[in-house]
């Protein structure tokens, strides 16, 4: 696989790429973030990790200062991609699926999401690919039950 889009940038366990989160300066990350942190593949992440009271979803959600409309806007995006996998190979839809981090850094720029949302989904989507193109079917999916479970906590906290 080639570093493409993504230039020189480091490579974690089984090559999966580090989409450029970093902590800032000394702070201990949230639960949530370590939770992700130190899975090789998403797919490793229990959907009752994700989306049981206080789990991994329930967290970040309380923690994110995100309003839906761009949460839901990232979310719509990850869902279509979702919708080709299906009917194509992952080759097929990677190109989409790595466009995902430019939305994210514009929105980032733009003040639109908070930098810890910004460096969930980046390390989130960081634990999607694997050399095993099943892997990565079933890392996106996990990928996807992340995102379902944090839109609904977040309607639920409200915007903030």
């Known amino acids: 696989m080639s ?18 989160s970093r902590q800032t300066g000394g ?7 370590e939770e992700i ?3 090789r593949n998403l797919s490793e992440l229990s959907v009752d990790a994700i989306a049981k009271e206080d789990g991994i979803a329930e967290q970040a959600a309380k923690e994110f200062k995100i309003n839906t409309t761009q949460l839901r806007k990232f979310f719509d995006q990850a869902k279509s991609i979702e919708a080709n996998l299906k009917e194509r190979g992952w080759e097929d839809v990677s190109g989409d699926f790595a466009m995902l981090r430019p939305i994210l850094a514009y929105a980032k720029g733009r003040k639109l999401i ?27 999916q996990r ?9 609904a906590y977040r309607k639920y906290y409200g915007e903030k």
């Open 3 to 20: 570093n493409g889009l993504y230039g020189n940038q480091n490579q974690g366990r089984s090559g999966s790429r580090n989409f450029g």
């Open 27 to 33: 702070e201990s990350s949230p639960a949530f973030m």
């Open 37 to 39: 942190r130190k899975v």
């Open 114 to 140: 908070p930098e810890l949302f910004y460096q969930f989904m980046t390390t989130s989507m960081g634990k999607v690919v694997s050399e095993d193109e099943e892997m990565t079917r079933k890392n996106y």
């Open 143 to 151: 990928f996807i039950q992340i995102l379902e479970s944090l839109v």
